[in-house]
């Protein structure tokens, strides 16, 4: 079907900045809405920000301001500019991508794909 692999998590000072990159590979058709999410520990997951085909972009409200999400169609990759990160931006964030494969025999499916996550630490 379609794979969805993230780059880009690491370990920054707060205030600090990271750039989180999603590539969706596989048998693509088209691809839909785009998002980020993450899950701290402990805690239940929670939507980022959401980038449509068109560039139509919602934000949590605790990131608003500091978190830009951007998308290249061309390469069906979606990226989360993360600035001034604070300790509590600290998770695994995790892609989102709905769209449409080629199943094969000339059908097509829609799908929804989740990436495997990536691990940011912002420390105090």
């Known amino acids: 079907q379609v794979q969805l692999v993230e780059s880009g998590g690491g370990l920054v000072q707060a205030g600090g900045s990271l750039r989180l990159s999603c590539a969706a590979s596989?048998?693509?058709?088209?691809?839909?809405?785009m998002g980020w999410y993450r899950q701290a520990p402990g805690k239940q997951r929670e939507l980022v920000a959401v980038?449509?085909?068109?560039?139509?972009?919602t934000y949590a409200d605790s990131v608003k301001g500091r978190f830009t999400i951007s998308r290249n169609n061309a390469e069906n990759t979606v990226y989360l500019e993360m600035n001034s990160l604070k300790p509590e931006d600290t998770a695994v964030y995790s892609c989102?991508?709905?769209?449409?494969?080629?199943?094969?025999?000339?059908?097509?499916?829609?799908?929804?794909?989740w990436g495997q996550g990536t691990q940011v630490t912002v420390s105090s």
């Open positions: 989102k991508a709905d769209g449409t494969y080629y199943r094969g025999s000339g059908y097509r499916n829609d799908f929804t794909s």
């Open positions: 596989g048998r693509i058709f088209s691809l839909s809405t």
């Open positions: 980038i449509t085909t068109g560039g139509s972009t």
